[in-house]
């Protein structure tokens, strides 16, 4: 069956392509090196994880620059659904002794006119102190540090997890080697995912990222915002009955109930 936006992104981007031919002076040797790189990058499976890092943050940032609330960024290969349901306040599934320091992470779940969301229902995942996820990393149950929750009546949360890691995306294919031909290293910053499922409205993906962390400003995937960065709070563990030290963090969220991209044709900046 025809689709008409196919033809129209296609010709697009044949114009594009050709602009960059005349531009880079991009002869056949190098054409058949990317026909080759992506022939690996797809034997590999990593064509997912490649767009995830290198191009859905533009598009995201070009879709919704021009929309109020709060702004979206990248889901990630990460991802799981049908996580367990926690309540809220509660906490995410972790092992008995799950390392690294605890976190609270609160917020508020507002329309973008201040209306508070009730029953919102946020599923949320991470990685752990070490920097990696459950069902993707050996010796973590499934489940760890995953689950879903709903905003209380006033649309407010309160959730008790762990202080996440940094990572490295995967460097051992052609993603990989993308990387080196750019000279760039592979580290995202720690951060917690949230999908925001509205009672009535449409989702939101986001993450959540912490200051002074060492990758803010060359995040691999490109995908902080800074709206999106909170403070991690130190406090005493006496406080809360805790052996250890925790942390707090806290950051409200608006969402949009009908969450439809604005484009604007006149000017894309790079």
């Known amino acids: 069956m025809k689709n008409q936006k196919v033809i129209d992104v296609y010709n697009g981007l044949v114009v594009k392509f050709k602009e960059l031919v005349c531009e880079y002076e991009i002869d056949h040797n190098d054409y058949q090196a990317l026909v080759d790189w992506m022939d690996q990058l797809g034997r590999a499976g990593e064509i997912p994880l490649f767009m995830d890092v290198f191009f859905e ?48 992470f609160s917020g508020s779940v507002k329309d973008v006119n201040g209306n508070p969301l009730a029953n919102t229902k946020i599923d949320m995942w991470q990685a752990d102190a070490n920097g990696e996820y459950s069902y993707f990393a050996e010796g ?21 997890t762990v202080v996440p890691g940094n990572y490295s995306i995967p460097t051992d294919g052609p993603s990989g080697q993308f990387l080196k031909w750019i000279d760039h290293h592979a580290f995202r910053p720690a951060h917690l995912h949230l999908l925001f499922q509205p009672e009535n409205g449409d989702r939101l993906v986001t993450q959540i990222y912490f200051e002074g962390d060492e990758y803010l400003e060359n995040d691999v995937a490109q995908g902080v915002r800074g709206s999106l960065i909170t403070k991690l709070e130190k406090h005493s563990g006496a406080e809360k009955g805790l052996k250890n030290d925790y942390y707090t963090a806290h950051l409200d969220f608006e969402l949009r109930l009908q969450d439809k991209p604005v484009f604007n044709k006149a000017v894309v900046k790079n």
């Open 57 to 104: 943050t533009h598009a995201l940032q070009e879709m919704y620059k021009s929309v109020k609330g709060t702004e979206p960024t990248i889901l990630g290969p990460y991802y799981i659904e049908n996580t367990p349901v926690v309540q809220n306040p509660g906490m995410l599934p972790q092992r008995e002794n799950e390392p690294g320091d605890a976190l609270y």
């Open 140 to 160: 973590i149950p499934n489940d760890n540090l995953r689950g879903v929750f709903y905003t209380d009546a006033n649309g407010n949360f309160e959730i008790k």
